[in-house]
């Protein structure tokens, strides 16, 4: 099994479900799908992240970290959870964040205050320069940091998808296609190399939430070729192989469109699932407009990978709510 090779520290409840969506199936007249809840991993209110973070957990206090040091934007996952991580372990936290602090606290960045993080906010400033400068003060200050990658997609975090691939295979029959948002690539890299080192023959698609296709395969590609290396089967993944979908990325990140709001709109009162603006969001509404467009085979089984997130709803509630 994929999943003796790595250390890892349990933060999350796994296996997250797998279950079939009756309802949308039957709206969209088209494909079968099916959802895997990564939302319900259960580290505070869940997502993709958790599972990435227990290889990393693993790694730091290894090296005797005492502070989980990485950066987001305000209302990003992947610190709430790095924060909760630390928490659950006794280890301190500190949040870089992009930007000016908001007026109103609210979603992940509430959930970050509770949880005890140290927020550094840019005011302007180059993200990853200030990340960088807060590590190094933290070394400084005898906090034993460690810098948690962006997104937690580094080869050892996106490992946790392969992982995840061995989890979900297990679960069910294989699906025709896995469709998953797409951004610092860690997740998508993951199921990719997971696919290579499994034999899984469907197909990963992507929907980038704000890079370009050709930039985003790329990444996945060199993550993916790495994390086969890491599990011990070096394997060269191309980006001719890495399949994204670029059309709903415009927008830019985190900027709420009709495409969002429709498919949180869909997902909530076709099957009670909620779903986040920034990731799940345009990622369901890409794969509802590739069910519409045919994209997929009348009755071929289409998993969707949530990947959580939910706690931004509240931070968009006056442009998802009703006026």
């Keep these: ?99 000016e602090p908001p007026t109103s606290v609210n979603g992940n960045l509430l959930l970050d205050q509770l949880l005890g993080a140290r927020l550094v906010w840019t005011h302007g400033r180059d993200p990853q320069s200030m990340l960088e400068q807060t590590v190094s003060q933290a070394e400084a200050d005898h906090l034993r940091p460690y810098l948690v990658p962006y997104g937690g997609s580094s080869p050892l975090g996106a490992s946790a998808y392969a992982l995840a691939l061995e989890e979900c295979l297990a679960q069910g029959p294989a699906p025709a296609w896995i469709v998953a948002a797409s951004s610092s690539g860690g997740t998508q890299a993951g199921l990719v190399a997971g696919a290579r080192l499994l034999g899984f023959e469907g197909k990963i698609l992507g929907i980038s939430v704000d890079m370009p296709s050709g930039t985003l395969r ?42 969002e709001r429709q498919a949180i709109e869909i997902f909530a009162r076709q099957e009670g699932i909620l779903l986040d603006p920034v990731y799940t969001g345009r990622a369901a509404g890409g794969l509802l407009t590739l069910a519409r467009e045919g994209c997929f085979g009348a009755g071929e089984t289409v998993l969707f990978w949530h990947t959580g997130g939910t706690p931004a709803l509240f931070a968009y509630a006056s442009e998802l709510g009703s006026p």
């Excluded at 869940?46 to 040091?69: W, Y």
């Excluded at 394997?235 to 469109?257: M, W």
């Design 1 to 99: 099994m994929l999943s003796e090779r790595l250390p890892r520290i349990a933060l999350g409840t796994f296996p997250t479900p797998v279950t079939a969506l009756p309802r949308l199936s039957a709206w969209l007249d088209g494909p079968d799908l099916w959802i895997k809840r990564d939302d319900l991993t259960g580290l505070a209110m869940g997502g993709n992240k958790t599972r990435k973070l227990e290889l990393l957990l693993a790694e730091a206090e290894a090296q005797g970290a005492r502070t989980l040091v990485t950066r987001g934007a305000v209302q990003s996952n992947h610190c709430r959870q790095t924060a909760a991580a630390a928490a659950a372990r006794g280890l301190q936290s500190i949040l870089v964040l992009r930007g």
């Design 218 to 259: 790329a990444e996945v590609a060199r993550l993916a070729s790495e994390v086969c290396a890491l599990l011990g089967k070096p394997a060269n993944v191309s980006a001719a192989e890495v399949l994204v979908d670029d059309r709903f990325a415009a927008p830019g990140y985190g900027v709420l469109t009709s495409v």
